[in-house]
């Protein structure tokens, strides 16, 4: 988050740099992404972005079960962040969208 603020893009964590592309997850994969491959760290923050304003930069590719997932193969741009925060849970353990301000 911190590499986004200040620089403005983010070239991913080790893992995206090692892969070519961040991997991204839908709204409706967040939870279950999070739970899976972050489970016990701390002091993660939850980005929404504008895929759209990466063009064909966003591939949707199958990953866990067959699923489409959006990966980008460019730096995240700051400009193209709509929202984001520290991540945050609902009562329920489902991650929460950060909310644009």
């Given at each position: 988050m911190a590499a986004l603020q200040g620089d403005g893009t983010f070239a991913?964590?080790?893992?995206?740099?090692?892969?070519?592309?961040?991997?991204?997850?839908?709204?409706?994969?967040?939870t279950e992404t999070v739970d899976k491959h972050f489970a016990g760290q701390?002091?993660?923050?939850?980005?929404?972005?504008d895929l759209a304003a990466h063009g064909d930069a966003i591939r949707w590719e199958p990953s866990?079960?067959?699923?489409?997932?959006?990966h980008l193969y460019a730096p995240m741009l700051l400009e193209t962040a709509i929202a984001y925060g520290p991540l945050?849970?609902?009562?329920?353990?489902?991650?929460?969208?950060?909310?644009?301000?």
């Open positions: 991913g964590a080790p893992i995206d740099v090692a892969d070519g592309y961040i991997h991204l997850s839908t709204a409706a994969q967040l701390h002091d993660l923050h939850v980005v929404a972005v866990r079960g067959g699923q489409l997932f959006p945050m849970r609902d009562a329920d353990g489902t991650v929460r969208l950060p909310i644009a301000g």
